[in-house]
């Protein structure tokens, strides 16, 4: 049985028309000690099925360490968002509720390859002289 019902379906379909370029799901999930990882890999098989340009590849975080590494990811369930570059995007956890939204804008626009910030914000960030580590927590408590 899927997750989303028809009518969540057919506006998660309407939402992903707007994807320009193809976007690639990475998602990294383990069997043991993770409730929420089951069902987090089934929401993701059934959102790329509504789009022909999601694809979705997925590793076990215990076994494939080279994967784990390379994505730099450090707990599950954990969902990287990858255009035509890794541009660092991670979703951790079960994206359901406010989160699914989320998820989705998350796919759009890294499908579109360009950002929709203000030019003197896009400015400012340039101007930085070394990484910035960026977190965005969303939740409706």
């Not at 790329?48 to 080279?66: G, P, W």
Request: contains cysteine.
């Amino acid at each position: 049985m899927g997750l989303l019902s028809e009518s969540d379906r057919r506006a998660t379909q309407d939402r992903l028309r707007a994807m320009e370029r193809p976007v690639r799901l990475v998602h990294f999930t383990q069997e043991l000690e993770c409730p929420s990882c089951p069902e987090t890999k089934r929401l993701l098989q059934q959102v790329v099925e509504l789009s022909d340009k999601l694809s979705l590849e997925i590793y076990n975080f215990q076994l494939d360490r080279e994967k784990v590494a390379q994505y730099q990811i450090d707990k599950v369930p954990a969902t990287v968002i990858e255009g035509e570059k890794d541009d660092g995007i991670r979703f951790y956890g079960l994206p359901s509720g406010y989160e699914f939204a989320t998820l989705l804008e998350g796919v759009v626009a890294v499908s579109r390859g360009r950002s929709e910030l203000n030019p003197a914000t896009v400015d400012r960030l340039r101007a930085l002289d070394r990484p910035l580590h960026l977190q965005v927590f969303v939740t409706p408590t």
